[in-house]
């Protein structure tokens, strides 16, 4: 069974940082593109960040091109998102979610950043 | 960049009604577009993927069609565990997953 678990969310101040992680299981990790995705507290969805399977391609939303980095390690089965220079308007459910050939088919139960003083 | 849309953003219906919302996309997509379904705290489920294509183990109430720009989503017998906000997400101008801005489905 494809499980994703996110964790590393919570409570940070405007500037600050935070490190999430998506831990995966019940599928070769390495071989799929995974993607960063999320939602706004009463919004849609947004697309943040896409890595490929050898994180040969990675790609970025304009909203947080330079402040954000994504990064896997296929040994450990991990997907990471780092948050540098955190705004308010970052305040979100984050979801990890695999790409397979039918698009973005699994997804984790999503972990809380907000950002406020 | 590829602008998705959704209509209608909210709809109610009765049981058993027929259910059906529209996606557009501001250039040709072929069919590279899904559908999820989100309950009110949970994550997004795959629904429909290629356009038309029902994941595994989804009901065969829900379906999809179209091609290029229009696509269309049904429920043809709407059912109470069915309220949730559907959304269309397209992957054919990748990196970037472009989702619509959801449909909010309810019970009247």
């Known amino acids: 069974e494809v499980q994703l678990v996110e964790s590393g969310g919570g409570l940070v101040k405007p500037g600050g940082s935070l490190r999430l992680s998506c831990a995966a299981s019940g599928f070769t990790f390495s071989s799929y593109s995974m993607n960063w995705v999320r939602q706004a507290p009463g919004k849609g969805l947004e697309w943040v960040s896409s890595?490929?399977?050898?994180?040969?391609?990675?790609y970025y939303a304009d909203s947080v091109k330079g402040r954000f980095t994504i990064s896997r390690d296929n040994a450990k089965n991990s997907l990471y998102l780092q948050m540098n220079s955190l705004r308010a308007e970052d305040t979100a459910v984050y979801y990890c979610?695999?790409?397979?050939?039918?698009?973005?088919?699994?997804w984790g139960q999503g972990t809380l950043v907000t950002v406020s003083s | 960049d590829i602008q998705m849309t959704q209509s209608p953003s909210s709809l109610s219906a009765s049981v058993g009604d027929r259910v059906t919302i529209t996606c557009q996309a501001s250039q040709d997509i072929s069919n590279y577009l899904n559908w999820y379904q989100q309950k009110p705290g949970k994550a997004p489920k795959l629904l429909i993927y290629d356009a038309s294509n029902l994941e595994t183990g989804v009901p065969s109430r829900f379906s999809g069609s179209g091609s290029g720009t229009d696509f269309t989503f049904t429920i043809s017998s709407l059912q109470p565990e069915d309220i949730a906000t559907y959304y269309c997400q397209q992957y054919d101008n990748l990196p970037s997953f472009t989702f619509g801005p959801g449909t909010k489905v309810d019970i009247k």
């Open positions: 890595i490929s399977s050898s994180s040969s391609y990675i």
């Open positions: 979610a695999r790409v397979g050939s039918r698009g973005q088919d699994y």
